[in-house]
């Protein structure tokens, strides 16, 4: 046992990387925690106790060979370790940054079970990828033959990127489309960059077009390109856009300026970080800077709103949900995160009612007092003195939001499946001010057929387009879907899961289509 490499779980405790201070990383947009040294990976990659039924692989989307790569770094290959990691994921320095290992393959970690710590998992995957990009090892995709075959994904996220990997290294002509003037989806627009920095995403888009995989951007399909023309172009189409429609509240009353989509915000945080010019966010609506900012919502967007309030310089940064904190899907070291760095959580609360200002009101009884102060002779609202009426009509402008009316919740009794619903009690309302609220409610699918024209695309009752969970092939011939537009919202592991899947099945139909040619 003395000279055992693994199964250090019993005397090397647990650890993390060093994480930066709440104060400091509240401050920028950086990550917050700081690379493992090659001495500690090794000692923390030690304490893998080398299930016989590893249960980190099993409830690993992609089944990545964790324990293997784990044992590599231990004993110092660490090359070996990363060839092993990007056996089964595209983007393995993209999961160790993003991954939910909380609820995964760390969570699911048997020495975790038996109360010695998980191993940390996502720290070492993400330690071993960004190593092999700073020795040089991961390089371009270098196809052992090429094929004429062509396939055109439509979405440049995970889903669509994971494919065109995929589908390159077995020497497909690969051409990416997407609405947006950057790849990366979600992953460049949606993820705030102090849980990945944008350089990361960028340099992965480099290393695809580099191997051989075009992109064109800008092409929205539907409007600057029709779905037609890219059926017609390709051999395969693979649909990869993602849930982008924001659910909204049932409220009435909501304000025109100062209550934001979460996805608006943050992309416009994000294009700023990038170094783009933002005219909503330079004129303060998708700016926290000095404002009380309210986030609804109790998932990862709106864990990642409520941080980016927070480096923005937000007076106070509050969020609200409905459920209480054993009960919220996001991540609960993104609320712990949260919390150190000053957000507020307000657990079983749920808004009703705004209040904002409504300028517009007061400007038209100015408007009148105006009018008759030039003498209005015809009626008509405006005054006909030529020296005052038009110096002083005004322009209307739009009402802003100054707070919430909220209601305290309470979980009720449990179903039949054991989940409690929230219900409100009665009398329990309150003010809450705010002049910035963001809804972070979730995203549901676009109504693709509609926007795209296309006749025979057979969707669900919830609007996502159906495919078969094992080929993701959809209702129209040499057509395939996969991530969120079909899952619906979900996580960056499993649309990278379903891009491989629907990559090694569109393979599989092209290469029989050639074979059956050739005879």
């Known amino acids: 046992m003395a000279t055992q490499t693994m199964l250090k779980f019993v005397t090397v405790p647990r650890q993390m990387p060093d994480k930066r201070t709440a104060a400091e990383r509240a401050e920028d947009f950086h990550e917050i925690y700081r690379e493992f040294a090659d001495a500690k990976a090794k000692e923390q990659a030690s304490r893998c106790s080398q299930c016989g039924v590893p249960y980190c692989q099993s409830h690993c989307p992609l089944h990545n060979n964790i324990p293997d790569w784990l044992r590599l770094t231990a004993e110092g290959r660490t090359q070996e370790a990363y060839l092993r990691a990007q056996e089964t994921n595209s983007f393995p320095e993209i999961c160790g940054r993003i991954c939910p290992q909380d609820r995964l393959c760390e969570g699911n970690c048997v020495i975790e079970q038996s109360g010695h710590g998980t191993v940390t998992i996502g720290a070492i995957e993400k330690y071993i990828t960004d190593t092999a990009w700073d020795e040089g090892w991961v390089q371009p995709i270098r196809p052992a033959a090429e094929r004429a075959e062509s396939v055109g994904i439509i979405g440049a996220g995970p889903g669509g990127l994971a494919a065109a990997d995929r589908l390159r290294r077995m020497g497909f002509q690969v051409t990416v489309y997407d609405r947006h003037d950057r790849a990366g989806g979600l992953l460049i627009y949606g993820i705030p960059g102090f849980k990945l920095e944008k350089p990361v995403v960028e ?74 010019e933002v005219p909503d966010f330079e004129d303060g609506e998708l700016n926290a800077a000095g404002k009380r900012v309210v986030v609804i919502g109790g998932g990862d967007t709106a864990m990642d709103c409520v941080r980016t309030a927070i480096r923005q310089g937000a007076v106070s940064v509050k969020c609200l949900y409905r459920r209480d904190r054993a009960n919220m899907p996001g991540s609960q070291r993104e609320v712990q995160n949260a919390e150190e760095e000053g ?152 649309a990278i899961r379903d891009g491989r899947e629907a990559a090694d099945a569109i393979a599989a139909e092209l290469a029989g289509a050639s074979r059956m040619a050739a005879e």
């Open 203 to 276: 340099r992965r888009n480099r290393l695809l077009e580099e191997g051989g995989v075009e992109f064109v951007l800008g092409a929205d399909v539907g409007q600057t390109i029709s779905f037609d023309a890219i059926r017609g172009k390709h051999d395969a189409v693979l649909i990869a856009t993602g849930v982008y429609q924001t659910r909204d509240l049932d409220i009435d009353n909501a304000p025109e300026r100062g209550v934001v989509r979460a996805l608006d915000y943050l992309t416009a945080s994000n294009r700023v970080d990038l170094g783009d």
């Open 343 to 494: 957000v507020e959580f307000v657990w079983l609360s749920a808004p009703n009612a705004f209040a904002g200002h409504a300028p517009g009101v007061a400007r038209k009884a100015d408007e009148g007092a105006v009018a008759n102060a030039g003498g209005d002779l015809s009626g008509d609202g405006v005054g006909d003195n030529p020296t005052l009426a038009p110096a002083h009509v005004p322009v209307e402008t739009p009402s802003r939001v100054n707070g919430l009316r909220v209601t305290r919740m309470r979980l009720g009794a449990p179903d039949v499946s054991g989940r409690q619903s929230p219900e409100p009690i009665e009398g329990a309302d309150y003010d809450e001010p705010a002049d910035l609220v963001i809804k972070a409610l979730g995203f549901e699918p676009e109504d693709i057929p509609r926007l795209w024209g296309v006749e025979g695309l057979e969707v669900t009752r919830w609007g996502t387009i159906k495919a078969d969970f094992r080929t993701h092939r959809t209702s129209l011939p040499g057509v395939w879907a996969v991530g969120d537009i079909v899952r619906g919202a979900s996580l960056v592991v499993w």
